[in-house]
C-alpha cells in the first residue's frame, strides 16, 4: 500500500480518486480548492484532506493531479503553495490533466530538478469513464517512473500507455480531441440529413452501426442527440479548451487544421445558444435550431 496524494477533486478527479481509495486500499490525501468538496469526498471514501496542495504531497510516494488548465496546473504545482514545494525525492507526480505539451516538458524539468519524476497523462473517456473506473490514459515520460506509477494508475483505466517523452502523453490527447471534434460533427451533419429525409433513425442506426460508418460516439451519442439531450458528459466549454491548445500546438508543428478549426467556430455558436455546459454532442444543436 502506497501514500498517495490527489489535488483536484472535479467531475473527473473525484470518482478517480476514489477507485484508487477503494480499489487499491492507499492510504490518500486529497487537497481541493473548494473545501467542502474535499471534505465530501473524504466522507465517501475515508481519506484526508489537506489544506495546501504541498501539504497534501509531502510524503506521497505518488502525488496525482487532475485541474482545469495550464494556470490551475501551474498554481498547483510550483506556486506558493504548489506540490513541488514539498514532494519528496524519488517520488513520481502523475498529471492528468488536459494541458499544453510545453506546461509538461517544463513541470518535467523542474520535478527533475527536484529530484523527482513528473508524468503527463492525461486521459479521455469523459465522466462516465471516470466514474467506472474505465479511463484511456496516454502517458508522456520516462520508463521508470512509469511502471512504478502503473499499478496504481490502473485502478482508475482500462487503457494506459507510454506514449513517449515528456509531452507525449499531450499530444496524443490533443490527436484524440482532433479526431473526436470532426467524429461529432460528421454524427451530427447524418443525424440531421436522415431527420430531414424522414427515414427511422433507429432502424439506420441500428444498420450502419455494424458498419465502417460505426464509432463509439455513433454507439453511445445517437440517440440523445435525436432527443436534444445533451448532459452526458465532457462539456463544450473543455472541449473549446482542448481545441483551443491543438491550435496552438499546431501552429508550433506546422500542422494543418482545417476542420478542426471550423468545428472549434461551431462550439462556439453553441456556446452563444446557452450550451457551455452541453455535452459535446450537442453540435446537432447549430444544425437544428
Known amino acids: 500500500m502506497a501514500k498517495v496524494a490527489w489535488i483536484g477533486l472535479g467531475v473527473m478527479g473525484y470518482p478517480m480518486a476514489g477507485h484508487i481509495r477503494k480499489k487499491g486500499g492507499h492510504d490518500l490525501t486529497v487537497y481541493n480548492r473548494n473545501g467542502a468538496k474535499a471534505e465530501a469526498w473524504a466522507k465517501e471514501y475515508g481519506g484526508s484532506i489537506a489544506p495546501t496542495p504541498a501539504d497534501a504531497a509531502k510524503e506521497a510516494d505518488f502525488v496525482f493531479c487532475c485541474v482545469g488548465n495550464d494556470n490551475d496546473l501551474r498554481e498547483v504545482t510550483t506556486g506558493a503553495k504548489g506540490a513541488f514545494n514539498a514532494v519528496k525525492a524519488g517520488a513520481v507526480f502523475i498529471d492528468n490533466t488536459t494541458a499544453s505539451a510545453n506546461v509538461a516538458r517544463e513541470l518535467h524539468a523542474a520535478a527533475k530538478a527536484k529530484g523527482f519524476d513528473f508524468l503527463d497523462a492525461p486521459v479521455s473517456g469523459g465522466q462516465a469513464g471516470a466514474q467506472n473506473g474505465v479511463l484511456t490514459v496516454m502517458v508522456g515520460g520516462d520508463d521508470a517512473p512509469f511502471n512504478r506509477a502503473l499499478p496504481v494508475i490502473t485502478h482508475y483505466a482500462r487503457m494506459v500507455n507510454l506514449i513517449g517523452p515528456a509531452g507525449a502523453g499531450q499530444l496524443t490527447k490533443m490527436v484524440n ?8 460533427q460528421g454524427l451530427s451533419e447524418a443525424i440531421h440529413f436522415g431527420q430531414k429525409a424522414g427515414l427511422d433513425m433507429q432502424k439506420v442506426m441500428d444498420t450502419i452501426s455494424k458498419g465502417a460508418a460505426q464509432s463509439w460516439q455513433m454507439e453511445n451519442r445517437w440517440k440523445t442527440m435525436t432527443e436534444g439531450k445533451f448532459d452526458f458528459g465532457f462539456a463544450v466549454d ?7 491548445i491543438c491550435q496552438e500546438e499546431a501552429k508550433r508543428n506546422g500542422a494543418s487544421l482545417p476542420v478542426t478549426t471550423i468545428v472549434d467556430g461551431y462550439y462556439a455558436e453553441v456556446q452563444k445558444m446557452g450550451g457551455s455546459r452541453w455535452d459535446t454532442s450537442s453540435l446537432i444543436a447549430r444544425l437544428n435550431r
Open 177 to 184: 480531441q482532433i479526431c473526436i471534434a470532426g467524429l461529432v
Open 238 to 244: 473543455w472541449m473549446r479548451k482542448d481545441l483551443g
